[in-house]
């Protein structure tokens, strides 16, 4: 439909400074942008109106046909935009069939009864508190004269959060990896609950959020995985990697996957065992033992000889089986004993033929979420939910904006 709009108004304005212009055009363009809608209403209702079959059906008796007006102009009604606050019309209508009278501008925006704002208004203020604090997004708005304040913001976060879901793509990469980090949580000392993620390598090489949860450090996996199950199923080999805590392996019982533990967090997370033994950081000893664990986790892939990768994994466990020994006749009891219950599962994509690179991706994600949780003190369902809609963004293509402003429409000038 081709709607002609004309509209008029008179300004005051003391000068032609450019920012008294653009503050007139902010004040200008909420009153702009409601006559605007309101034209386009009413151009569609009268177009609907003359149709035989409603796009609605009447609330009393269900018909779709035969609505007659009773206003088009009934008391206003405020609704939320990207821009700001509007007043628009209720336009009213009744059912021939059994007289139930109805107002029909929040059927025609797609906005549910009784609420004041659109679910991809909801989404683009869901995605701008997830990308900054809710104060800055407040303060961001404002500069461009939209005045939204930041609890909005907030709510509209937590709703579009909790809407979103996670899972499996069968059609990616049967490879994933799992890590936690720690989120500061109001009433509870320091970093006090964890956040879970799951990641799927896609075919590309990237990554994709197959699973997010929060809860208690070293357990609390099951909620994380327990809906995830059926799609590891469907998988012939799912290759899981993670920094070797075993409770990840506890929530999957039942799923037959095969695992790896990560190689990157190996000499990572060896640094913190070698400090647990006394072992000066930067000092001669240390950097031989970390030395000798970069070397044992250095694994050239593309191999497809079974009796090369059997050679190579034979020497890399000789060598591990050496620093252990090492490690023991020195007292280094803690490193010795994080090698021993690494030992068992360091080779696992190796041998069987699948990628299992010394570089976390998941790693990658933590840093995402790290730069949002940091900002201040959550709630557990608060940090999840604006991390749900963060993730998402990032990794699985949630875009609201793309959304929005990819819709077919065309503006013409007057003349053309």
């Known amino acids: 439909m081709t709607v002609t709009i004309s509209i008029n108004y008179k300004i005051e304005i003391p000068d032609c400074n450019i920012e008294t212009i653009i503050a007139c055009f902010r004040q200008a363009l909420i009153l702009f942008l409601s006559d605007f809608v309101n034209t386009i209403l009413i151009e569609f209702a009268i177009q609907y109106m003359k149709e035989k079959t409603f796009l609605f059906a009447c609330e009393g008796c269900g018909s779709n046909h035969g609505f007659i007006w009773k206003t088009k102009r009934a008391r206003d009604t405020r609704i939320s935009t990207v821009f700001g606050k509007i007043m628009l019309w209720q336009m009213q209508v009744m059912c021939k069939s059994c007289g139930k009278k109805m107002y029909i501008t929040r059927k025609l925006l797609d906005i549910a009864p009784r609420q004041s704002m659109s679910e991809g208004t909801k989404k683009l203020f869901a995605l701008l508190g997830s990308l900054t604090s809710f104060r800055v997004s407040e303060k961001m708005l404002k500069l461009v004269g939209v005045r939204i304040d930041k609890m909005s913001i907030w709510r509209c976060t937590q709703e579009v959060g909790e809407q979103l879901e996670f899972d499996l793509d069968l059609n990616e990469g049967g490879r994933g990896e799992a890590d936690g980090t720690g989120v500061a949580i109001n009433g509870i000392k320091k970093r006090g609950r964890e956040l879970k993620v799951f990641v799927q390598e896609t075919i590309t090489g990237g990554v994709r959020i197959a699973g997010l949860s929060i809860g208690k450090y070293e357990s609390d996996w099951d909620k994380l995985f327990n809906p995830l199950k059926s799609s590891l199923k469907a998988f012939d080999n799912f290759l899981l990697v993670t920094d070797g805590d075993s409770n990840i392996l506890k929530s999957i019982k039942g799923v037959k996957i095969l695992f790896q533990r990560c190689l990157w967090?190996?000499?990572?997370?060896?640094?913190?065992?070698?400090?647990?033994?006394?072992?000066?950081?930067?000092?001669?000893?240390?950097?031989?033992?970390?030395?000798?664990?970069?070397?044992?986790?250095?694994?050239?892939?593309?191999?497809?000889?079974?009796?090369?990768?059997?050679?190579?994994?034979?020497?890399?466990?000789?060598?591990?089986?050496?620093?252990?020994?090492?490690?023991?006749?020195?007292?280094?009891?803690?490193?010795?004993?994080?090698?021993?219950?690494?030992?068992?599962?360091?080779?696992?994509?190796?041998?069987?033929?699948?990628?299992?690179?010394?570089t976390s991706k998941v790693e990658r994600v933590m840093r995402t979420v790290n730069m949002r949780t940091k900002i201040g003190k959550w709630s557990e369902s608060g940090a999840l939910n604006a991390i749900k809609v963060r993730l998402a963004h990032y990794y699985n293509g949630f875009d609201p904006a793309e959304e929005m402003y990819c819709k077919e429409v065309r503006v013409l000038d007057a003349g053309e």
């Open 265 to 358: 967090h190996l000499p990572y997370q060896m640094k913190y065992y070698l400090w647990k033994d006394g072992i000066k950081r930067k000092s001669t000893e240390w950097y031989h033992l970390l030395g000798k664990v970069f070397d044992i986790t250095a694994i050239r892939y593309g191999l497809d000889d079974e009796k090369e990768i059997e050679g190579i994994i034979k020497i890399k466990n000789n060598r591990l089986d050496k620093l252990i020994s090492y490690c023991l006749e020195n007292g280094y009891t803690n490193s010795a004993s994080y090698l021993k219950n690494a030992r068992g599962d360091m080779f696992t994509a190796f041998s069987n033929k699948l990628k299992g690179q010394t």
